[in-house]
T-cell receptor, first 115, second 113 residues
């Protein structure tokens, strides 16, 4: 199956700093990537959808200025959590799809802890 | 809009017993259906998927799921549960194209000796 690599797997940052999470499709071109957030013992909540070369579409309630998403190429999307606060601590997972596929492929997730 | 319901938040089964996790979906046509498993602190692992053909789908780790259109269900089953199956299980629906998967709230499986 196709591989999606997400990096870093874990990150601890200080309050007020920014953190960048990368999501790469290693063996296919991802026309669309999705970013999810998962709180402890809860399901995955879609944050935003990004298409290569265009602005991301954010779900209602997600601050686009806090969660900056860039999908600059067909193999890379980044999520930057700006001015992080402890309440941004969560598990973030990316997913990628490409035309003709019958499933979405998920990264391994990033555990963000803001102290 | 699509939606997925997993009625059971937490299920406990004895090791060696059979398992069935329920999933119901709401969608106008037949979507693509998935079951994922997630161990604590880990990402998602795809167990199986259905998008057409035989309504009984075999997956990894001895799991299977049956698509029942009349009941809008896609229940996950395993004949004999192992302690290592303890995890969170998510059912998801996708209508393909450039849309995201929609996940159920998950069912936490505990396995006791």
């Amino acid at each position: 199956g196709a591989v999606v690599s997400q990096h870093p797997s874990r990150v601890i940052c200080k309050s007020g700093t920014s953190v960048k999470i990368e999501c790469r499709s290693l063996d296919f071109q991802a026309t669309t990537m999705f970013w999810y957030r998962q709180f402890p013992k809860q399901s995955l909540m879609l944050m935003a959808t990004s298409n290569e070369g265009s602005k991301a579409t954010y779900e209602q309630g997600v601050e686009k200025d806090k969660f900056l998403i860039n999908h600059a190429s067909l193999t890379l999307s980044t999520l930057t959590v700006t001015s992080a606060h402890p309440e941004d601590s969560s598990f973030y997972i990316c997913s990628a799809i490409t035309g003709g596929r019958t499933e979405a492929f998920f990264g391994q997730g990033t555990r963000l802890t803001v102290v | 809009a699509q939606s997925v319901t997993q009625p059971d938040i937490h299920i406990t089964v004895s090791e060696g017993a059979s398992l069935e996790l329920r999933c119901n979906y709401s969608y106008g046509a037949t979507p693509y259906l998935f079951w994922y498993v997630q161990s604590p602190g880990q990402g998602l692992q795809l167990l199986l998927k259905y998008f057409s053909g035989d309504t009984l789908v075999q997956g990894i780790k001895g799991f299977e799921a049956e698509f029942k259109r009349s009941q809008s269900s896609f229940n996950l089953r395993k004949p004999s549960v192992h302690w290592s199956d303890a995890a969170e299980y998510f059912c998801a629906v996708w209508d393909s194209g450039n849309t995201p998967l929609v996940f159920g709230k998950g069912t936490r499986l505990s396995v006791i000796a």
